[in-house]
C-alpha cells in the first residue's frame, strides 16, 4: 500500500467506525424504547440505524475496491454488493416507517409505491454486467427519490414538534442533509467520472460526511425525549396526591404551562393554583378503587381510567407508599406510561429527603413542592 492509500484508508476507517457506532447507538435506543412503549420513537430509532448501517457498509465495500481490490471478478463482485447495500438503505428506512402510526407524517400508498420504485435499482444493478453501463447509472436515479421522501418525513415531524427538540430535529436533519451530500462525492469517486479530481472528491467527500455525522452526534446530545407527534396537545394534567388525605401537593396543567411562558416561573410561586374540582374527584375516586391492588403489589403496576373526553393513567409509588402519581391525558395513552414513569422518578429524585418526612411537615406542602416547576420545565422543554 503508498502513502497515500495508507492516508485514505485510515481517514475513511475513523469515519467508518463513527458511523457504525452511531448505528450502534440508534439499535440500542431502538430496544430502550421499546421496553418503554414509546412505539413511534423505537421505530425511528430502528429505521435511521438499519439505513446507516447498510449505506456505510456498502461504502466500505466501495472503498476497499478502490484500494485494495485489483482481480477484475472480485472488483465486480465488491462493486455490486456495496451497491447493493446502498439501495437497500432506504429500503429500510421505509419498510420501517410503513405502518399506520406514522399515517400523520407521510402518505402510506406514496410510502408503497417508492418502495417498489426502490425496489427496481438492485434488480437493474443484478441485470447489469459492469457498474460503467448505463443501466446501472439509471439504478442509482431511482434511489434518489427515496431519499428525498425520508427528508420529506423528517420536515413533517419537525412540523409537528415544538420547543428543544424542534431545534434537535432541525439539528439532526441539517446533518442529515449534509451527509447525504457527500454521496455525491462517493459516486464521482467510484465510478471515476472525473479521474484526474479523484483523491479531491474523496477528501472533501470525507469532510463532508465528518460534517454531517458530527451534526448529527451533537443533535442527540442530551435530548428532550420524544413521546410522539403532538403529545403535548394530549398532555392535560398532573396531580401528586397524598393517599392518607387524600390531598393534592402538588398539581400543575399542563395545556397552561404550553401557553403560558410565566406559568412555571419561579416567579408565581406564591400564587396557589386552581384545581378542576369535578376532575380532581374523580381522581380521588380513582385512588380509592385502585389503592388496594397497587400497595399490595410488588413492582411497578399502572392503572388507567376512561373518562368521556380523557384518559387518566395512575402509577403508585413503590419507595413512598402513601403517595399517588396522577397523569391527565386526552387519548393514545401507551407513549405516556413512560412519561408518567419519568415524572414520578424525578419526583422522588428530587424531594428525596423531603419525602421520607412527609407527615412530619406543618408548611402548606403546594408551596414546599412548587420547586418542582423547574422540572416540569425541563421536560417539556
Same mark, same amino acid.
Request: glycine share 4%; aromatic share 14%.
Given at each position: 500500500?503508498?502513502?497515500?492509500?495508507?492516508?485514505?484508508?485510515?481517514?475513511?476507517?475513523?469515519?467508518?467506525?463513527?458511523?457504525?457506532?452511531?448505528?450502534?447507538?440508534?439499535?440500542?435506543?431502538?430496544?430502550?424504547?421499546?421496553?418503554?412503549?414509546?412505539?413511534?420513537?423505537?421505530?425511528?430509532?430502528?429505521?435511521?440505524?438499519?439505513?446507516?448501517?447498510?449505506?456505510?457498509?456498502?461504502?466500505?465495500?466501495?472503498?476497499?475496491?478502490?484500494?485494495?481490490?485489483?482481480?477484475?471478478?472480485?472488483?465486480?463482485?465488491?462493486?455490486?454488493?456495496?451497491?447493493?447495500?446502498? @439501495?437497500?438503505?432506504?429500503?429500510?428506512?421505509?419498510?420501517?416507517?410503513?405502518?399506520?402510526?406514522?399515517?400523520?407524517?407521510?402518505?402510506?400508498?406514496?410510502?408503497?409505491?417508492?418502495?417498489?420504485?426502490?425496489?427496481?435499482?438492485?434488480?437493474?444493478?443484478?441485470?447489469?454486467?459492469?457498474?460503467?453501463? #448505463?443501466?446501472?447509472?439509471?439504478?442509482?436515479?431511482?434511489?434518489?427519490?427515496?431519499?428525498?421522501?425520508?427528508?420529506?418525513?423528517?420536515?413533517?415531524?419537525?412540523?409537528?414538534?415544538?420547543?428543544? #427538540?424542534?431545534? /434537535?430535529?432541525?439539528?439532526?436533519?441539517?446533518?442529515?442533509?449534509?451527509? @447525504?451530500?457527500?454521496?455525491?462525492?462517493?459516486?464521482? %469517486?467510484?465510478?471515476?467520472?472525473?479521474?484526474?479530481?479523484?483523491?479531491?472528491?474523496?477528501?472533501?467527500?470525507?469532510?463532508?460526511? @465528518?460534517?454531517?455525522?458530527?451534526?448529527?452526534?451533537?443533535?442527540?446530545?442530551?435530548?428532550?425525549?420524544?413521546?410522539?407527534?403532538?403529545?403535548?396537545?394530549?398532555?392535560?394534567?398532573?396531580?401528586?396526591?397524598?393517599?392518607?388525605?387524600?390531598?393534592?401537593?402538588?398539581? %400543575?396543567?399542563?395545556?397552561?404551562?404550553?401557553?403560558?411562558?410565566?406559568?412555571?416561573?419561579?416567579?408565581?410561586?406564591?400564587? %396557589?393554583?386552581?384545581?378542576?374540582?369535578?376532575?380532581?374527584?374523580?381522581?380521588?375516586?380513582?385512588?380509592?378503587?385502585?389503592?388496594?391492588?397497587?400497595?399490595?403489589?410488588?413492582?411497578?403496576?399502572?392503572?388507567?381510567?376512561?373518562?368521556?373526553?380523557?384518559?387518566?393513567?395512575?402509577?403508585?409509588?413503590?419507595?413512598?407508599?402513601?403517595?399517588?402519581?396522577?397523569?391527565?391525558?386526552?387519548?393514545?395513552?401507551?407513549?405516556?406510561?413512560? @412519561?408518567?414513569?419519568?415524572?414520578?422518578?424525578?419526583?422522588?429524585?428530587?424531594?428525596?429527603?423531603?419525602?421520607?418526612?412527609?407527615?412530619?411537615?406543618?408548611?402548606?406542602?403546594?408551596?414546599?413542592? /412548587?420547586?418542582?416547576?423547574?422540572?416540569?420545565?425541563?421536560?417539556?422543554?
Amino acid at each position: 500500500m503508498i502513502p497515500s492509500q495508507e492516508i485514505e484508508f485510515i481517514t475513511f476507517l475513523t469515519l467508518s467506525i463513527i458511523s457504525f457506532q452511531l448505528s450502534i447507538y440508534f439499535f440500542y435506543q431502538y430496544f430502550k424504547l421499546k421496553k418503554r412503549n414509546l412505539y413511534f420513537n423505537s421505530k425511528l430509532q430502528l429505521s435511521f440505524g438499519i439505513f446507516l448501517l447498510l449505506l456505510i457498509t456498502g461504502i466500505c465495500f466501495l472503498n476497499n475496491v478502490r484500494l485494495f481490490q485489483t482481480d477484475v471478478i472480485v472488483i465486480l463482485l465488491f462493486s455490486k454488493l456495496g451497491w447493493l447495500l446502498i @439501495f437497500l438503505a432506504p429500503l429500510g428506512f421505509l419498510f420501517c416507517v410503513l405502518n399506520q402510526q406514522f399515517h400523520e407524517i407521510l402518505d402510506i400508498k406514496t410510502t408503497q409505491i417508492l418502495i417498489l420504485f426502490n425496489s427496481i435499482a438492485p434488480v437493474l444493478l443484478f441485470l447489469s454486467p459492469s457498474t460503467d453501463t #448505463l443501466l446501472f447509472r439509471a439504478s442509482i436515479v431511482l434511489m434518489i427519490p427515496s431519499l428525498i421522501y425520508i427528508i420529506y418525513i423528517q420536515l413533517n415531524i419537525i412540523k409537528k414538534t415544538k420547543g428543544q #427538540l424542534k431545534k /434537535r430535529i432541525i439539528l439532526f436533519l441539517s446533518g442529515e442533509i449534509v451527509a @447525504f451530500s457527500s454521496l455525491v462525492n462517493a459516486l464521482l %469517486v467510484n465510478l471515476s467520472l472525473i479521474p484526474e479530481w479523484s483523491n479531491v472528491f474523496y477528501y472533501s467527500g470525507l469532510g463532508i460526511l @465528518f460534517c454531517g455525522l458530527l451534526l448529527i452526534i451533537i443533535s442527540l446530545i442530551n435530548s428532550p425525549p420524544f413521546y410522539g407527534l403532538n403529545y403535548q396537545q394530549n398532555l392535560l394534567k398532573f396531580y401528586v396526591i397524598n393517599n392518607n388525605n387524600k390531598k393534592c401537593f402538588y398539581f %400543575v396543567d399542563f395545556q397552561r404551562a404550553f401557553s403560558e411562558d410565566s406559568y412555571l416561573s419561579t416567579v408565581s410561586i406564591k400564587n %396557589v393554583r386552581s384545581i378542576d374540582k369535578a376532575l380532581f374527584s374523580k381522581v380521588i375516586t380513582g385512588i380509592e378503587l385502585m389503592i388496594g391492588d397497587l400497595t399490595n403489589t410488588k413492582g411497578e403496576k399502572i392503572t388507567q381510567i376512561q373518562q368521556e373526553n380523557s384518559m387518566l393513567i395512575f402509577d403508585h409509588s413503590t419507595t413512598y407508599e402513601d403517595i399517588s402519581y396522577i397523569l391527565v391525558v386526552k387519548n393514545d395513552v401507551q407513549p405516556y406510561y413512560s @412519561f408518567l414513569q419519568q415524572l414520578k422518578r424525578q419526583f422522588e429524585l428530587f424531594f428525596k429527603e423531603i419525602l421520607i418526612s412527609l407527615e412530619k411537615i406543618k408548611t402548606n406542602p403546594e408551596k414546599l413542592f /412548587r420547586s418542582f416547576d423547574m422540572i416540569i420545565a425541563w421536560l417539556l422543554r
